[in-house]
């Protein structure tokens, strides 16, 4: 089915250059390290806790950590070896957290996985079944969110799913590891969304890619033709596409009520990233956890612009070595895109479930420019993709008017990054907003607990 | 004279006359009837409305001292004994004299100790960096450097020393009335009594990772290695969560735990220079500018 | 600590966009070389020698300010100052004596601009107030504008003559019709192409909406401010020249003429004293639509729009609080 009309979100966003350069690069499967370390809290909720110990043998895909509660997931080997230590390891946040550390020994898997590359279509589980397998299978959000895939497809009561969005549209700058998911693996991905489907009993989905994909939506949307009910929807290129409130207004024009407390499933979509989807068509049809991605290693200044399958736990240095080396002039290392990534604060750092990409910026493009003085020139306020008026929300925060700036609906700020990038002025917008947010959440919290 | 003159010097008279008469019947009315001890409580009080004391202003807490039964609960950090027992006199009670406190940063990673491993280039306020990075060492509990301390001193008892990245609280300048400790996102600062002739011995180190982590980061952390809690004959001193802690009401001031500290962790301020030379050349300054 | 080999971390986002506060005020500037090639043609060297006044002055003045008064850093180079420079001379007859320039820039920078807090701060649009404050001062010297096209190498003592909007205040007073007054008046060609008298900014039609399309194509102003204010005059003009032709003039005339479209596409679009959203943009454009015709055609003055102008940037702080934007989300979660 192919859709002439190509969709997008009215209100806001900017056009930051989109900078593809890897994606010409296949998926490369990166060789396994001497030693892998793996955290037990990559994903949103309660830290994973160990299983192992020290001196234990562990094969690849054993189970190494288990999910605490339901918001939570489980933790898998990525290889097999020997765990060297459980010890406090520096993660992408800077601070130090609980890491399994694994001498890797060979490639020995468990049983029961279907190792075969043989694409398997016949879905064989019922709806409750594939959601215990996701869960199993220690499945987060792919796309950086990171949040447990069980939660998502467990609708809570009094709330119905209709559609069932997939987020095609890598609206970051750099990143290309979900373009080349859909170009390589598109059959996989379209099983997935059928899984998916069914896990929530819903009979419609879309997938959004946003239009400078134009293969990736050609390939798609051949595919999609032999499956019922799954529709591919080409995407204006505009940041940020991809972000949750933007696609569901894009796809279905619903709007998601505003944070902390709207969530999609309020307007019966339930979205999943294209990574994500591919993971959860391995768990189910091939019983293989989660223990490895596609990371996309990139920059201006980076020999080879590349988009590796590399084990979880596996030290960023080792994609940074297969790609050229560390260019000579690095600055910053961002751990995700340019627009809503993580400068990391050192190179020895393994990679997690929710690193979608490094990318290397020059020293040149790693400073940040004079702060001046703020001249209302409301570019900000046009640029928010949520109707904010960040200008405003900067000021309240540095006074310190946390009531006034949860009026002006500070908590409803998604981070995305576009008012910071567009001010003419270099004003630190986003920083006072995520200081804002942390801080209006403070209170709350503080007022509900004293009644 | 001019008849519109005239009128008009009658009229704009008659206006203002009029409206004194009501403004001056609506004051009586409703006049609001305080205790006068307030007025003059509050005339002793400091007046920097800075709420050490746990009040919304020296007026109000000039209410809440008339209402108290007592005033040992109550103490104005400004004004300090000699502004309590001015309060008491007024109101007939007893004033408890309290030891004058003093706000001590308790860490020892200047530049010098701790190696900076990035550069931070974001907004320069402690709350934002210490929220979303670790700071520009590997230190998790180290001083950030970004002064919201000093911005948030309503003395300005509180500076940045540039060659070491550390702050500086002045002894006369200080009055401990907290606001530093509120502002330190990281709990750095802690109000300590002033001690005799402004001496003190503390912890200058919050890092509570393991020893050999601590070392790794930091030449001057405290390693949680146990000799101070040893040495000290009076059991002021307990090691929690890989870190050592003085408690200052059963600290003696004897400074043993200062000798066997072999980081140079325990600082002792205000004391006169020893005169047996010290001859470890490889431990850090012990005593504090 | 070889500081240079070290990692730089921030938070996010890591890219920035090509905008800066230079950039717009530079591109302002350019916006404005079509009437400042205008007024050099029709007034010769009287306009160089007040564009140039003005925007030293205004330099000199922000510089003296920041330096000595304020001792803080000097940002004469991100070029608002120079902008206002330009502004205020737009805004003055091209034989107004240079003291009085320097005057109305020392007003325009000093009072309106640097006693609130510099660029950014300032509610009142600093060309505009030094502009009122000089026509309130000088009355005389402020409304005697040289003849167009004569004697363009004289600086001073140029022959003088009354502006359009002037004749027909005067014409009206004095009870005549407007179409008696019609010949008196420049043609609409000339009105549109500038070959009349006037500030010298003001004149040509054509140069400034080459300037607005310029503007709008650098993404500096948005369309709303100059088409709901011209929009508003030309209807609230044309339900007037409706009622009585013979008393108000037609509404294509009160746009090309006086400082109408001047105001609307470069003073009502000043962006630290215009307000944030698009409604707001428009009740703003409004306002100052019905102001400008008020004064003209009911009030003592011939030209309204810098008067107009000041006191809708008094209601900015108000139009900002009740036109917030479309908050996302809001209308589902409230059914």
Same mark, same amino acid.
């Given at each position: ?451 | ?289 | ?218 993404? !500096?102003? &948005?369309?709303? /401010?100059? *088409?709901?204010? #011209?929009?508003?005059?030309? $209807?609230?003009?044309? @339900? %007037?020249? +409706? ?46 639509? !019905?102001? &400008?015709?008020? /004064?003209? *055609?009911?009030? #003592?003055?011939?030209?309204? $729009?810098?008067?107009? @102008? %000041?006191? +809708? ?23």
């Amino acid at each position: 089915m192919k859709n002439p009309i190509i969709k997008t979100f009215p209100q806001g966003g900017v056009h930051p250059h989109d900078n593809k350069l890897s994606a010409g690069s296949p998926i490369a499967r990166l060789s396994l390290p001497k030693t892998v370390f793996i955290p037990v809290a990559q994903h949103i909720g309660s830290p994973a806790v160990a299983v192992v110990k020290a001196g234990d043998k562990v094969k690849t895909g054993q189970v190494i950590a288990q999910g605490a509660g339901f918001v939570s997931a489980n933790i898998h080997a990525s290889v097999s070896g020997t765990v060297q230590k459980i010890d406090e390891v520096m993660d992408s946040t800077g601070y130090k957290r609980p890491t399994i550390i694994i001498q890797v020994e060979g490639d020995d898997w468990i049983e029961g996985i279907d190792l075969n590359s043989e694409i398997r279509r016949e879905i064989k589980l019922n709806p409750e079944e594939i959601i215990k397998r996701v869960q199993d299978a220690g499945i987060v959000g792919l796309g950086g969110a990171t949040f447990p895939a069980q939660v998502k497809l467990s609708i809570p009561k009094g709330k119905t799913a209709e559609y069932l969005l997939v987020n095609g549209a890598e609206c970051e700058p750099y990143l290309t590891s979900d373009h080349r998911l859909m170009l390589e693996r598109g059959e996989e991905i379209l099983i997935g969304v059928q899984i998916l489907m069914r896990a929530l009993k819903v009979t419609q989905a879309r997938v959004g890619i946003e239009n400078n994909k134009p293969d990736a939506i050609q390939v798609l949307t051949g595919l999609a033709a032999k499956y019922n009910g799954i529709e591919i929807f080409p995407l204006k290129m505009l940041y940020p596409q991809g972000g949750e409130r933007q696609l569901v207004k894009a796809l279905v024009n619903r709007e998601v009520p505003p944070a902390p407390a709207g969530l999609p499933i309020d307007v019966g979509c339930v979205v999943f990233n294209v990574g994500t989807v591919f993971a959860v068509y391995e768990a189910v049809q091939k019983n293989k956890p989660l223990i490895e991605r596609v990371v996309s290693l990139t920059g201006p200044a980076v020999k080879k612009p590349s988009n590796f399958l590399v084990r979880i736990g596996t030290p960023i240095l080792e994609m940074i070595q297969a790609a050229g080396g560390l260019p000579e002039d690095t600055g910053k290392v961002i751990s995700g895109g340019p627009m809503m990534g993580r400068a990391l604060n050192s190179l020895d750092i393994p990679v997690t479930k929710g690193m979608s990409g490094i990318v290397l910026l020059p020293r040149g493009e790693s400073q940040r420019k004079e702060v001046l003085n703020c001249i209302r020139c409301a570019k900000c306020v046009s640029a928010c993709p949520l109707g904010l008026e960040p200008y405003l929300l900067m000021t309240l925060a540095e006074k310190k008017f946390w009531d006034r700036a949860e009026n002006e609906k500070i908590l409803s700020c998604c981070e995305c990054g576009c008012c910071s990038y567009i001010c003419p002025a270099n004003r630190p917008l986003l920083d006072y907003l995520r200081l804002g947010k942390l801080t209006v959440m403070k209170i709350i919290k503080s007022r509900k607990s004293h009644g | 004279m001019n008849s519109t003159i005239l009128y008009s010097i009658l009229l704009l008279t008659s206006i203002g006359i009029l409206s004194a008469v009501v403004l001056y019947f609506i004051a009586k009315k409703f006049k609001v009837v305080e205790d006068p001890r307030i007025d003059e409580i509050e005339k002793v009080l400091p007046g920097a409305n800075c709420g050490a004391c746990g009040y919304p202003g020296c007026r109000n807490f000039a209410e809440i001292c008339i209402k108290a039964d007592d005033l040992s609960s109550f103490y104005c950090a400004v004004g300090g004994n000699e502004c309590m027992a001015a309060v008491a006199k007024i109101l007939g009670k007893e004033a408890v004299a309290k030891d004058p406190l003093m706000a001590v940063v308790r860490c020892g990673g200047a530049y010098a100790h701790r190696k900076k491993s990035t550069v931070y280039d974001g907004v320069r306020m402690c709350a934002v960096s210490h929220n979303f990075y670790i700071g520009e060492t590997d230190c998790a509990y180290g001083c950030l450097g970004l002064g919201d301390c000093v911005t948030a001193c309503p003395f300005g008892a509180i500076s940045m020393d540039p060659s070491t990245g550390l702050p500086v609280i002045s002894e006369e300048k200080c009055v401990a009335c907290g606001a530093c400790v509120t502002a330190c996102p990281r709990l750095i600062i802690e109000l300590r009594k002033k001690g005799p002739k402004g001496r003190r011995v503390f912890v200058s180190c919050m890092n509570k990772d393991k020893g050999a982590a601590a070392r790794k980061i930091c030449a001057a952390a405290c390693i949680a290695c146990g000799q101070c809690v040893k040495a000290c004959p009076f059991d002021a001193i307990k090691v929690e969560n890989f870190l050592a802690y003085i408690d200052f009401n059963k600290c003696k001031l004897c400074r043993k735990c200062v000798d066997v500290c072999p980081t140079g962790a325990i600082l002792e301020v205000n004391f006169p220079a020893r005169t047996e030379p010290k001859d470890d050349t490889a431990q850090p300054a012990k005593t504090e500018a | 600590m070889d500081k240079s080999k070290l990692l730089t971390i921030s938070l996010s986002p890591h890219a920035f966009g090509e905008f800066s506060v230079r950039k717009i005020m530079l591109g302002v500037v350019a916006a404005l070389l079509p009437a400042f090639g205008a007024a050099i043609y029709v007034f010769g060297l009287g306009a160089i020698q007040v564009i140039l006044v003005a925007v030293a002055a205004a330099v000199f003045a922000e510089y003296a300010i920041q330096k000595f008064i304020l001792k803080g850093p000097v940002t004469i180079t991100d070029g608002s100052a120079i902008v206002t420079g330009v502004l205020l001379a737009f805004n003055l007859p091209s034989n107004l004596p240079w003291e009085m320039v320097i005057i109305g820039s020392f007003v325009a920078i000093g009072v309106a601009k640097m006693s609130f807090g510099g660029l950014g701060n300032n509610p009142f649009n600093p060309a505009l107030v030094g502009r009122v404050f000089l026509l309130i001062s000088f009355p005389a010297a402020m409304t005697n504008w040289p003849k167009p096209l004569v004697n363009r190498l004289a600086v001073t003592d140029a022959l003088t003559g009354a502006t359009p909007l002037a004749i027909l205040k005067e014409g009206i007073k004095n009870g005549e019709k407007v179409l008696d007054l019609m010949p008196q008046l420049p043609s609409y060609a000339d009105l549109f192409l500038g070959n009349i008298g006037g500030c010298i900014g003001e004149i040509s039609a054509l140069a400034l909406i080459l300037g607005f399309i310029y503007l709008l194509y650098k993404k !500096i102003i &948005t369309w709303h /401010i100059p *088409v709901s204010m #011209v929009g508003t005059i030309s $209807v609230f003009a044309g @339900i %007037l020249w +409706m009622v009585n032709p013979a008393r108000y003039a037609d509404p294509l005339f009160h746009i090309l003429s006086g400082g109408v479209l001047l105001g609307a596409i470069f003073m009502a679009t000043d962006l630290v004293t215009s307000p944030m959203t698009p409604k707001g943009m428009i009740i703003f454009g409004v306002g100052i639509g !019905i102001l &400008t015709v008020v /004064i003209r *055609v009911f009030g #003592v003055y011939p030209e309204g $729009v810098s008067f107009a @102008i %000041l006191i +809708m940037n008094a209601f900015v702080p108000l139009i900002n609080k009740f036109c917030k934007p479309v908050r996302f989300g809001e209308s589902t979660a409230h059914g």
